[in-house]
């Protein structure tokens, strides 16, 4: 049997296919993820499950004109290789290679470049009715949205608004939930067809009214019993009565791995000229059996591969040293192997259980991201004392808040870059009313391979404007337990604390953790000439720039603010009288970030000072290793090294 995926170089390619040809692409796409994704790693499972989708919309649309919209863009790698992008999938995540989620500077055919999920329904609304108003040439706009991004907010706004406006846009709602079976048969396609159908889909009004019309005291009766008489009617009519009651035309359930089912329910979606969902019922992790067969456990742990963890189409066989692997290879005698540190999401997880069963009042909250924020601990130790609101931060933070107004002690642990979602209820649902919520906010700083929409590089900036609120952040994995109980042990009003993702830096984690005095840094290093006070992550680069300039014979003092809100103001003034140059390190924005609070705290205490602000470019930065991402924006010891001896150098008339 030819291949006709390497055929394919653009959409338009599949338009004179047959059914059977582009289920044969569909599964063609899908072994072609398995293969590249399982080496390289990536979103994985929620792409097997999309690859007929991908080819029955391309098929049947005409892309770029017509617009595809995907909700988040990590089900969305089919669509990449159906759109020239098939012998680039390699590169996918990778430094300068593909975006990981849908980039409107990569191709014309990435209608949007968002990472953040369901918003892919408000974008098709504002397009269609940009075409409507006569903006940009008319043409077809399908919104492709998990089951999960339903669970968010802004999704039910825009779906509300599509309604109301009567926007003929299609979304295609991929549920990968295990526990839907499609409808199938002649009953289920005539049901279609009724809904679809303008005549019949206003004969069901004139049904329920002509049953109040009845002689003989039958229409009075189905009057008086008018409502339920009407919701069964309609229920009979319509299975998606949630749909059909904010008036979107409902189709389904389709089997979403059925390229013909999907092409021909695409094509009466797209002739009825109204609001339409195609409700379609697909497999997280088709043709790949440890996701597809493995429940939600198996869905979950293959939403991402990691690199090297397929071959041959089943996972790679890890090799597992034996009991002496702490042995050298070279027969020198015993040798410990020095185990790696944990990662900062495994301690939080774990200190959080920690302080729950320190303290009752002390409540989890996640947003979707069980296992992503360590919260999957809490979850399994203490379930009473775990919740998950849903791709639905803006709840998370309400939540929250109304746990605290009864004296509980909650912790949202939401990502820094899902933070922002919920930014009027930490301002004005939390901060305004100062409410003892914790905000533990993970992959701070810049992420790696998710990119620019998951960077978490804004958070210091856009919470230190904010009155009442304390931030705080830990140099190590020892200080974040510290930092956590901090937290919980404060009753005046919110307190955000960020940590970046992956491994600490080795330090051991403290039996028992103690309160630190807000508001307080330490100096970690003495020396003269410069001093740097690192916030976070920035100290680990200030103590490595420091070690460098060392062996060059600069020896330079470095401190930990430990605290962007309050500043030590105390700590700040003495580096600064102490010092000919004073340098602030932080994983963030410059703008508004740690730097310009010391500035603004020196400036306001009349203390003139020459700072230098090492921090993150005004621009997004792109998605790559962290490594990378920090050479090329210069977060490096070694750069940062280089900037002081060259402010020294400048300050002493050198060169």
């Known amino acids: 049997m030819p291949n006709l995926l390497q055929r394919i170089e653009k959409p338009q390619d599949l338009h004179g296919l047959s059914d059977e040809e582009l289920q044969q692409v569909a599964q063609e796409v899908r072994e072609h993820i ?59 995540r990778k430094y300068h290679g593909l975006a990981p989620f849908c980039a409107i500077h990569e191709s ?46 802004v999704a039910f706004e825009a779906v509300h608004q599509a309604g109301g406006e009567g926007t003929p846009i299609v979304v295609v709602l991929n549920d990968n939930g295990m526990s839907i079976a499609p409808n199938v048969g002649a009953l289920s396609r005539y049901f279609n067809r009724v809904r679809l159908n303008p005549k019949l889909w206003h004969a069901r009004e004139e049904v329920e009214g002509g049953l109040t019309k009845l002689p003989v005291g039958i229409g009075a009766a189905f009057e008086r019993f ?27 359930v389709i089997d979403g791995h059925d390229v013909r089912a999907l092409r021909r329910a695409l094509r009466e979606a797209l002739a009825a000229e109204r609001p339409v969902v195609v409700h379609c ?41 034996d009991s002496g692997a702490g042995r050298s290879r070279g027969g020198g005698g015993a040798r410990s192997a020095k185990p790696a540190p944990p990662q900062y999401t495994q301690v939080f997880g774990k200190a959080l259980v920690q302080e729950c069963r320190r303290d009752q009042r002390v409540i989890g909250i996640t947003a979707a991201m069980n296992s992503g924020t360590g919260l999957n601990i809490l979850q399994h130790e203490l379930p009473e004392r775990y919740y998950d609101v849903g791709i639905a931060e803006q709840q998370a933070v309400l939540f929250a808040a109304g746990l605290a107004l009864q004296g509980c002690k909650p912790v949202a642990a939401i990502y820094s870059t899902f933070l922002q979602r919920a930014y009027d209820q930490i301002v004005h649902d939390v901060c305004l009313q100062r409410l003892n919520v914790v905000f533990a906010m993970d992959r701070a700083g810049l992420v790696g391979d998710d990119g620019p929409t998951h960077h978490g590089v804004f958070d210091i900036a856009y919470l230190r404007c904010l009155p009442n609120i304390v931030l705080m952040a830990p140099r190590d994995e020892a200080l974040l337990v510290h930092m956590l109980h901090t937290a919980l042990c404060l009753d005046d009003g919110p307190v955000a604390l960020r940590y970046p993702r992956g491994e600490g830096v080795g330090v051991p984690l403290p039996e028992r953790p103690v309160p630190i005095e807000i508001g307080t840094g330490e100096i970690l290093r003495e020396g003269d000439r410069v001093a740097l006070l690192g916030y976070g ?70 203390l003139a000072s020459r700072i230098l602000r090492v921090g993150l470019p005004d621009r997004y930065v792109t998605h790559g290793s962290p490594s990378l991402l920090h050479e090329e924006v210069g977060f490096t010891g070694e750069r940062i090294a280089e900037r002081i001896e060259a402010a020294v150098a400048e300050r002493s008339g050198v060169g």
């Open 34 to 92: 398995i293969t590249t994704v399982g080496e390289i790693g990536g979103h994985f499972g929620a792409n097997l499950g999309t690859c007929e989708i991908a080819v029955a919309l391309h098929s049947v649309l005409d892309s770029p004109r017509d617009k595809i919209i995907w909700d988040v863009g990590h089900q969305a790698y089919p669509h990449k290789v159906l759109t020239g992008r098939r012998d680039q999938l390699h590169t996918i």
């Open 281 to 321: 019922a697909t497999v997280k992790g088709k043709g790949f059996a440890p996701a597809e067969e493995g429940g939600l456990e198996g869905m979950e742990r293959w939403h991402a591969a990691k690199p090297k963890s397929i071959a041959n189409g089943a996972p790679a066989v890890l090799a597992v040293p």
């Open 108 to 153: 014309e055919h990435d209608i949007i470049g968002a990472g953040h999920a369901s918003t892919a329904i408000g974008y098709a609304v504002g397009i269609k009715e940009a075409m409507r108003r006569g903006h940009g040439e008319d043409a077809h706009v399908v919104a492709v949205a998990g089951d999960g991004a339903m669970t968010g907010g």
């Open 226 to 252: 008018g409502p339920h008489v009407k919701e069964s009617i309609k229920a009979f009519w319509a299975p998606g009565l949630w749909w059909e009651e904010l008036d979107f035309a409902y189709m389904g």
């Open 537 to 606: 992550t920035g100290v680990g680069k200030a103590l490595a720039a420091a070690a460098i300039l060392a062996e060059r014979g600069i020896e330079v003092t470095v401190a930990d603010a430990r605290f962007a809100k309050p500043i030590d103001a105390g700590l700040a003034a003495q580096l600064a009288a102490e010092h000919e140059l004073l340098v602030t390190v932080e994983e963030g924005v410059l703008a508004g970030g740690f730097g310009s609070a010391v500035w603004e705290t020196l400036s306001d205490a009349g």
